[in-house]
């Protein structure tokens, strides 16, 4: 994930702030600095750190949907991006309830008349951590495609996706932070040399869980002509919170023991709203789920509608997508493989315990039938103890592949898609578990070859190398023609990547060489996808 890589960006850079780097935007004036990263690309970029694009979110707007920002007197000195919000269970040095800050990374001076495609990136997090503070080498690579590149934070946690399940406090405040920025990039990213009308949002695990409900969200729509989703999407278990309510009285009788549930919702709110953020931090022994809830429909509301539902339907912003997932998302579970065969364990004596909340089946008799039928999946009559590299492709599928899938299989009926499977598996992605007769690629692992945080590559293979060239290229075709592939190049390997549809569910299968197959995962996605139609009640939330 992104925050992998964040570093303090002014203790590591060779940074000048230069009065040519002065832009006046309708909120004010601000200064930015000239970036020169050390030996990762023969470039020097431009970067304005730390701008505000909502008013900050403290008081009575706290849990509430964000408000532009103010205007500012004087010149904003745009060079520190160090600030994030509020983390779940993390001490970070710089968290705070004013988080609200984006960045703009740019190949071009304020004299630079050229309006460039506009890559917005989300950073994933499991919607309860991340922030958008970056190294100097991270975004280096894409920014040397004539790409301008904008980072923001929003809210995660408690403050980003708390919800009474009503309009007191109606949830997805982080979602509407991410559609505020792009409305803020809709409207200023040409003082920086961007074009407005050549936005792409991309966005890895909870971030492209973001980037598609950003899809499905018709206030989003107008505000971006691409988008780019890895590993995650809507339909994913963790993309959906189901107790908001139950968390919220709970986070309130932490803090106060005798604040009991029968209270109205805006009693509660009264209460959350007056005490002091660390309070509301430190109930996360107990309250540390949280993510995107379908809002009771009301003016304002982000998304109102069952997710499956809208985007089998087509009901959503319809805009090429390229998204995708690497070969085994799950395998850093068998980090701790004495930890994993306990959990695997639990899997056999119960296999109930396989069939995830999700799936809404509540007979006990259904529920351990369906379990014997997933495990058959994978291991046919066989416990998963005999084979726990198999109990990792069900994790990955059950948490990952599966939901990525079925979203693009709906998507693909209604847009142009480009989906792919990243299999490349080498030492930039430090990466060191391996199972035999699994896949190697764990989750997060392909952010190694697009977001490069080195000084030089001597260390690393050509193989290597070349993956890491061959990512940021695919991205930044797409971002800049709508298209990975636009012309054969040896890069390539000469490999044109086409449409996945409904009938020829075609991918790109990245590893050391590039090749095309059809009906990724074929093996288990098919069963499972039996396993809904027969036995999960309609309509469909998580999938």
């Known amino acids: 994930m992104l925050s992998i890589v964040a570093l303090l960006l002014i203790s590591i850079l060779e940074i000048f702030c230069d009065d040519d780097l002065i832009l006046t935007l309708p909120n004010g004036k601000i200064r930015g600095i000239s970036v020169t990263p050390p030996a990762t690309v023969n470039l020097t970029y431009y970067a304005y750190l730390g701008i505000p694009f909502a008013a900050p979110p403290i008081g009575n707007l706290r849990f509430q949907p964000p408000q532009p920002a103010p205007n500012w007197e004087g010149i904003l000195e745009a060079n520190n991006n160090s600030v994030s919000c509020y983390q779940v269970d993390k001490d970070e040095k710089y968290q705070t309830e004013d988080c609200l800050y984006l960045s703009v990374f740019t190949p071009l001076k304020p004299s630079d008349s050229r309006k460039l495609p506009v890559l917005v990136s989300i950073y994933g997090g499991t919607f309860i951590h991340g922030h958008a503070s970056y190294s100097s080498k991270a975004p280096a690579f894409l920014i040397s495609h004539h790409l301008i590149l904008v980072t923001f934070n929003y809210r995660v946690g408690p403050f980003g996706f708390l919800s009474t399940g009503d309009t007191v406090i109606p949830g997805n405040m982080g979602l509407k932070d991410q559609q505020l920025a792009l409305k803020w990039v809709h409207q200023n990213i040409e003082f920086f040399g961007g074009d407005p009308q050549q936005v792409t949002i991309m966005g890895q695990s909870a971030g492209s869980a973001s980037v598609t409900y950003q899809l499905l969200s018709s206030g989003s ?7 780019i989703g890895m590993s995650g999407s809507v339909l994913c278990d963790w993309a959906q919170q189901r107790n ?33 953020a660390g309070l509301i ?17 009301h003016e304002g509301a982000f998304i109102s509608d069952v997710m499956y539902t809208s985007v089998e339907n087509g009901s959503f912003t319809k805009v090429p997508v390229l998204m995708g997932f690497n070969s085994e998302e799950g395998i850093g579970m068998a980090k701790d493989m004495d930890s994993w065969k306990k959990h695997v364990k639990r899997y056999d004596e119960d296999p109930r315990s396989l069939v995830d909340d999700d799936m809404y089946i509540t007979d006990n008799y259904v529920k351990l039938e369906v379990g014997y039928k997933i495990r058959s999946i994978y291991m046919g009559d066989q416990p998963f103890g005999d084979n726990v590299g198999k109990a990792i492709q069900y994790y990955s599928d059950n948490r990952f592949i599966r939901p990525i899938l079925k979203f693009a299989e709906l998507l693909s009926q209604h847009i142009d898609l480009y989906f792919y499977e990243f299999s490349y598996h080498g030492e930039l992605g430090q990466n060191n578990v391996s199972i035999p007769g699994i896949g190697k690629v764990a989750h997060a692992e392909d952010q190694k070859y697009l977001w490069a945080n080195y000084d030089n590559y001597d260390q690393f293979s050509e193989s290597d190398v070349k993956t890491l060239q061959r990512y940021v290229k695919l991205v930044a075709n797409f971002v800049k023609f709508l298209n990975p592939t636009p012309e054969n190049e040896e890069l390539f390997d000469n490999v044109t990547w086409p449409t996945a549809t409904s009938d020829s569910f075609t991918y790109l299968n990245i590893d050391e060489n590039l090749s095309l197959n059809k009906n990724p995962r074929n093996f288990s996605y098919g069963p499972w996808v039996d396993i809904f139609e027969e036995y999960v009640p309609k309509p469909f939330i998580s999938f």
Do not use: M
């Not at 430190?282 to 009771?296: L, Q």
């Open 221 to 227: 729509a107008g505000l971006f002509r691409a988008a």
């Open 281 to 297: 931090v430190n109930t996360h022994d107990k309250y540390n789920v949280f993510s995107p809830v379908i809002e009771v429909p």
């Open 244 to 276: 908001a309510v139950e968390t919220a009285y709970g986070i309130a009788t932490e803090i106060d023991p005798s604040f009991e549930r029968t209270r109205s919702t805006q009693e509660l709110s009264d209460f959350l709203l007056n005490v002091d």
